[in-house]
Protein backbone atom coordinates (compact mmCIF):
# COMPACT_ATOMS: atom_id res chain seq x y z
CA UNK A 1 0.00 0.00 0.00
CA UNK A 2 1.44 3.26 -1.03
CA UNK A 3 1.68 6.20 2.12
CA UNK A 4 2.42 9.45 1.23
CA UNK A 5 3.74 12.14 4.72
CA UNK A 6 3.87 15.60 3.98
CA UNK A 7 5.16 17.86 6.15
CA UNK A 8 7.41 21.21 7.01
CA UNK A 9 4.41 23.50 6.38
CA UNK A 10 4.19 26.78 8.65
CA UNK A 11 3.98 30.44 8.99
CA UNK A 12 6.42 32.89 7.10
CA UNK A 13 6.76 36.10 5.98
CA UNK A 14 6.62 37.19 2.35
CA UNK A 15 10.05 36.64 0.88
CA UNK A 16 10.81 33.88 3.62
CA UNK A 17 11.44 30.35 2.70
CA UNK A 18 10.37 27.10 3.91
CA UNK A 19 10.81 22.93 2.87
CA UNK A 20 8.24 20.58 2.34
CA UNK A 21 9.10 17.45 2.67
CA UNK A 22 7.20 14.08 1.47
CA UNK A 23 7.97 10.80 2.46
CA UNK A 24 6.68 8.36 0.21
CA UNK A 25 6.16 4.80 0.94
CA UNK A 26 6.53 3.40 -2.20
CA UNK A 27 8.23 -0.18 -3.50
CA UNK A 28 10.34 1.35 -5.75
CA UNK A 29 10.87 5.03 -5.50
CA UNK A 30 12.64 4.98 -9.26
CA UNK A 31 9.21 3.43 -10.37
CA UNK A 32 6.90 6.69 -9.44
CA UNK A 33 6.77 10.23 -10.37
CA UNK A 34 5.74 12.27 -7.01
CA UNK A 35 4.67 15.60 -7.23
CA UNK A 36 3.06 18.62 -5.04
CA UNK A 37 -0.27 20.13 -5.50
CA UNK A 38 -1.66 23.01 -3.30
CA UNK A 39 -5.35 24.29 -2.80
CA UNK A 40 -6.13 27.45 -1.77
CA UNK A 41 -9.02 28.74 0.19
CA UNK A 42 -11.78 28.90 -2.79
CA UNK A 43 -9.27 27.91 -5.83
CA UNK A 44 -8.73 24.67 -7.02
CA UNK A 45 -6.02 22.22 -6.32
CA UNK A 46 -3.40 22.73 -8.71
CA UNK A 47 -0.23 21.39 -9.18
CA UNK A 48 2.86 23.45 -8.39
CA UNK A 49 5.90 20.89 -8.74
CA UNK A 50 6.50 17.50 -9.82
CA UNK A 51 9.33 15.34 -10.09
CA UNK A 52 9.77 11.65 -11.79
CA UNK A 53 11.62 8.93 -9.97
CA UNK A 54 12.60 7.38 -12.96
CA UNK A 55 14.66 10.08 -14.48
CA UNK A 56 14.68 12.87 -12.08
CA UNK A 57 12.88 15.10 -14.81
CA UNK A 58 11.21 17.69 -13.46
CA UNK A 59 8.25 20.44 -13.52
CA UNK A 60 7.04 23.88 -12.49
CA UNK A 61 3.87 25.84 -12.82
CA UNK A 62 4.75 28.86 -13.72
CA UNK A 63 3.83 31.09 -11.03
CA UNK A 64 6.69 29.41 -8.81
CA UNK A 65 9.77 29.22 -11.49
CA UNK A 66 12.83 30.73 -10.24
CA UNK A 67 11.35 30.26 -6.61
CA UNK A 68 10.61 27.04 -6.18
CA UNK A 69 12.68 23.53 -6.57
CA UNK A 70 11.82 20.18 -6.17
CA UNK A 71 14.55 17.60 -5.46
CA UNK A 72 14.07 13.67 -4.00
CA UNK A 73 16.31 11.57 -1.97
CA UNK A 74 15.74 8.11 -3.81
CA UNK A 75 17.78 6.00 -1.12
CA UNK A 76 15.00 7.77 1.35
CA UNK A 77 12.00 7.95 -0.95
CA UNK A 78 11.72 10.97 0.01
CA UNK A 79 10.68 14.45 -2.30
CA UNK A 80 11.48 17.93 -1.19
CA UNK A 81 10.03 21.00 -2.04
CA UNK A 82 12.61 24.21 -1.32
CA UNK A 83 10.09 27.61 -1.65
CA UNK A 84 12.05 30.49 -1.77
CA UNK A 85 11.08 34.09 -1.71
CA UNK A 86 7.37 33.45 -0.60
CA UNK A 87 4.57 35.75 -1.82
CA UNK A 88 0.97 35.72 0.16
CA UNK A 89 -0.19 33.85 -3.08
CA UNK A 90 1.36 31.23 -2.13
CA UNK A 91 -0.66 30.74 0.72
CA UNK A 92 -2.38 27.36 0.66
CA UNK A 93 -2.24 23.73 1.93
CA UNK A 94 0.40 21.58 0.08
CA UNK A 95 -0.25 17.91 -0.80
CA UNK A 96 1.93 15.44 -1.88
CA UNK A 97 1.00 13.26 -4.97
CA UNK A 98 2.60 9.45 -6.00
CA UNK A 99 1.74 7.81 -9.73
CA UNK A 100 3.51 5.05 -11.33
CA UNK A 101 5.96 6.84 -13.81
CA UNK A 102 4.13 4.37 -16.14
CA UNK A 103 1.57 6.65 -16.77
CA UNK A 104 2.54 10.11 -16.75
CA UNK A 105 6.09 12.20 -16.59
CA UNK A 106 6.45 14.84 -14.33
CA UNK A 107 4.75 17.45 -16.34
CA UNK A 108 1.61 15.19 -17.23
CA UNK A 109 1.54 13.98 -13.19
CA UNK A 110 1.39 18.18 -12.09
CA UNK A 111 -1.13 19.22 -15.40
CA UNK A 112 -3.07 16.35 -15.40
CA UNK A 113 -7.03 16.73 -13.65
CA UNK A 114 -6.06 16.34 -10.35
CA UNK A 115 -8.96 13.64 -10.04
CA UNK A 116 -6.98 11.27 -12.18
CA UNK A 117 -6.00 8.04 -10.09
CA UNK A 118 -2.73 8.42 -7.86
CA UNK A 119 -2.16 8.20 -4.16
CA UNK A 120 -2.51 11.15 -2.15
CA UNK A 121 -0.79 12.31 1.07
CA UNK A 122 -2.69 14.55 4.12
CA UNK A 123 -1.79 18.05 3.77
CA UNK A 124 0.52 20.44 5.41
CA UNK A 125 -0.30 24.28 5.50
CA UNK A 126 1.43 27.11 4.54
CA UNK A 127 0.84 30.24 5.21
CA UNK A 128 2.50 33.58 3.86
CA UNK A 129 1.91 36.67 5.39
CA UNK A 130 2.33 40.02 4.11
Known amino acids: EVQLQASGGGLVQAGGSLRLSCAAS????????IGWFRQAAGKEREGVSC????????YYVDSVKGRFTVSSVPSEKTVFLQMDSLKPEDTAVYYC???????????????????????WGQGTLVTVSS
Open 97 to 119: KAKSAMFASAQEMCTQAVGSFGY
Open 51 to 58: ISGSDDST
Open 26 to 33: VPVFEDYV
